[in-house]
Each structure stands twice: as C-alpha cells, then as structure tokens.
C-alpha cells in the first residue's frame, strides 16, 4: 500500500507571494492532518479535514488555509509569504478512530521563504 | 503555551546502553501518548503509544513508562544501536481528536 504522499517536495518562494502544497493519503485514509515544523517552533498542528470538512483548527494565522476534496486528498494554502514561513510542512493521515489511532507522514514540503 | 515538555534536547549514548527520554504535559484531558521516530529528510513514524490505563508498554527494545499521577511519561530504549540514531518526538492527544501536540524532540546519537 502507497504511503502518504507529498508535492512538491522543495519549494522557493519570495516573500509576498502565495502557495499550494498538495497531500494524498493512504488509500481508504478519510482524516488529513497538516503540521508545520521548524527548528525552533518544532512541530505544530495546522488544520485537520475529515470529509472535506474542517474539523479542528490550530493557531495558525488566516493566511494558512486548506481544503479536502472527496477522495480525501488535501491541498494547503498560504497567501503573502513572509520569511517566518519557511518551514517543513507535513501531512499525516489517519482512518479516523476518533483521534487514536496512528497518523502516518509523508515526508513533507521543504518551503523556503526569500 | 507548550502544553508538552520534553527532556534532555540532545542525547548522547554508547552502543548497548540504555537511551532515556522524558516527557511531561499538563493538560488532564490528555489521553492518547505516541513516540514518533524521525531521521533526517522523512516524515514522523510512529514507534510505540501508550494510553493512560496502563503504566507500562513493551514493543521490542522499546518500552513507555507512564506515571498519570505524575502527567510525566517516558521512552526507553534497550540495547540502544547506531541504526536508532534519530530525532524522537512525544506527543499527546485527547479522546475524539485527531489533533497531537507534539514535544520540542529529542536528537539521540549512538555511539560505538
């Protein structure tokens, strides 16, 4: 069974402008999580969709937003870039046991803010 | 407001020692502790959970201890080999959520 699955894998972006980064989960995988890690914030939770609806929210500003469509792939957005958005950005996904079961990762998009 | 603290940032043992790594939290509606293994360039894998009726739980060389009185759980690590060099994160969810806040990581080289 194919992993999680993320794209692009590097990015370069300039401050000001927008980007999309794209997941597929694991087949039959309904739950997608996003995180962000950074060497000094670590890792923290974006936004979690379940049935292309938002379920949960981290404290991420409006900028960061996301979406799910129906065969549980997610897209996430981030509009005006700043230089603090460089991070590794990470999906997980999950068959919904209600929040305990194992989320698997992908292994991320490398944004690189200049 | 980190709701997990994890202990010591970097961590250095010898080949067949033990590797111990703590972490502590403060949210009582915690329910759900993972370990998440990850080496450079991939994504977070989980190792070993443990949920908070059970004080102890035993996956190969891997073992969490769990003190709910204390809200601190811990990873050890037997026999400890160069292939476990990695970066270890704990984190903790709650009941119904998806959602894991996750420890700031602990960076383990095994040294021969």
């Known amino acids: 069974k194919a992993g999680v699955t993320q794209t692009p894998r590097y990015l370069i972006k300039t401050r000001g402008q927008q980007v999309t980064l794209s997941c597929s989960p694991i087949s039959g995988h309904r739950s997608v999580s996003w995180y962000q890690q950074t060497p000094g914030q670590g890792l923290q939770f974006l936004f979690e969709?379940?049935?292309?609806?938002?379920?949960n929210k981290g404290n991420f500003p409006g900028r960061f937003s996301g979406r799910q469509f129906s065969n549980s792939r997610s897209e996430m957005n981030v509009s005006t870039l700043e230089l603090g958005d460089s991070a590794l950005y990470l999906c997980?996904?999950?068959?919904?046991?209600?929040?305990?079961?194992?989320?698997?990762f992908g292994p991320g998009t490398r944004l690189t803010v200049l | 407001q980190q709701q997990v603290k994890q202990s010591p940032q970097s961590l250095i043992v010898q080949k067949g020692g033990i590797s111990i790594i703590n972490c502590a939290y403060e949210?009582?509606?915690?329910?759900?502790f993972p370990w998440y293994q990850q080496f450079p360039g991939k994504g977070p894998a989980l190792l070993i959970a443990i949920r908070p009726d059970v004080s102890e739980k035993k996956e190969g060389r891997f073992t969490i201890s769990f003190n709910k009185s204390a809200k601190q759980f811990s990873l050890h690590i037997m026999d400890s080999q160069p292939g476990d060099s990695a970066t270890y994160f704990c984190a903790a969810s709650m009941l119904g959520n998806e959602k894991l806040t996750f420890g700031t990581g602990t960076r383990l080289t095994i040294i021969p």
């Open positions: 997980a996904s999950s068959l919904d046991t209600g929040g305990q079961g194992e989320q698997f």
């Open positions: 969709y379940f049935s292309e609806t938002q379920r």
């Open positions: 949210n009582t509606a915690f329910d759900y």
